[in-house]
């Protein structure tokens, strides 16, 4: 008995989760079932940019069978000492294992496959996220077992909160000397969500005691990537023509994006695509003709070119906001109740360049004009703001109507204007790659350049096409293998520093010019009386 130790569990949650429920819930269930129970909030940075964490020791043995002592708990965790850290967030998960908290020969680590990404995977010019399959590897490493799941599905299955869901996980791991029956005790006197917790600690428990069953099951879970749907699944397959046309292996990526454009604009549209993805093709088989690289410029052209030639205009935002799906999301998100009432309102600020992206290219320059007048006058740019209550027959009626206007969209001048911008960068690309192979490879990647929307668009066109016309065709290389590296620090360059000053000094370091300088317009404000 003198020898028996506590359990010690470390809890990681983020802002909002419930993490200080969980950590009750646990609390009361020990106390109901006659364990001896302690826990310790530690204080953190909420939401995402960290986690506020709760320390949990039970003692397995009842205090009825302890003879009037009374074991001693431990506050914090120790490193190295742990039993159980539970977290609903990967990259949590590793953030405490890299604290030393877990250890390979003790820990039992129960883990969301979930993610919510960080302030600085946000703020990455191009693709910040942190690996996730590499991720799931840490924590096999550093675990003596350990459980892998998308508790954020379960949570909205369940139409709860997520920590009803790790509570589910923790009851079903074995860790714990409390019975299920304890702890659903506990949450049918929960309150008024009693009902909608159950069912997620219900959820919990048997995605945990299926995996325990599965051992199996669980290998091959874990070594595959972690993603809720198979793309290959989610997309119809490529035309026959399409699939004898493009090797096999690319099949799967190429289907995504004519699906993506199918469904943007219409069949021909998407036809387009393949064709341009054809020239790209026969390309590389100049350069390679046997595929040993993978066929890479072709996959990386498949990727940006089915992005770009499916731009965001205002015909798309109306399409996506008025769909049947986002309002089942919405739903789901505040947890809609048959007696509830939900309205939805959605703010759009359409711009003068917004409406003449619509217009034919004379028309369309005209307003462009008589805005850039007013600039010039001293006013803001014209824009029209609105407030559409999606819930209502007026407002999805007009967001459908402004979604059946993609048949007119080929008419419009931006559709025109990005069209020839795709030209150029395709027609770089195919070049360049029938000459040699890596430069043509690190042209297609400049593709991740184009993002976003409004000025942050255009300035990931302006900054890709400056690195065509200056690098890609320039002559004045002394050899290819110079060429590769300039673009690839020119790139590189564009999508560490936002404002441009790193792909300037790049240019100018590889014997490019810099961007050239926009005028923009200034503003005098007039000083209000009274004012300092």
Known sequence: ??????????????????????????????????????????????????ATTYYLEVFPVRQEELGGKRPVLGLYPVPGRLDALVSSELLETVRQIGLGHASAERTLVLTSSARTLTTMEKMQMGDGRRDTPELVRLVAAHSRAHHVLDMAELTRQAGTVVSAVMLGCIAASGLLPMARADYEAILQGSGGGAKASLRGFALGFEAIQAQRTQAQFIERVLAAPVKPVSPAAAVPALPAAAAAQFPAVLHELIALGHARLVEYQNAAYAQRYLERLGQVLQAERTRDPQGTRGWAVTREMARW???????????????????ASRWQRVRAEVKLQEADLLKVYDHFKPGAPEFAALLPQGLAQRVLAWDRKRVLAGKTPWALPLKVGTHSVFGMLALRTLASCKRLRPLGSRFATEQALIAQWLDAVVATTARHWASGYEIAQCGRLIKGYGSTNERGKDNLLHVVQHLAVAGHFASDEARVAAIAAARQAALADDAGKALDRALLQHGAPARPLKEQPIRWVRRRAGST
């Open 305 to 323: 070119l089915a992005l770009w030639m499916a731009f965001d205009d205002i015909i798309r935002v109306a399409d996506l906001k008025s769909r």
């Open 1 to 50: 008995m003198s020898q028996q130790q506590p359990t010690s569990l470390l809890l990681c949650a983020l802002g909002g989760e419930g993490g200080g429920v969980l950590t009750e819930w646990l609390v009361e269930t020990a106390r109901h079932a006659g364990y001896p129970v302690q826990a310790t909030s530690i204080p953190g940075v909420a939401q995402r940019t960290g």
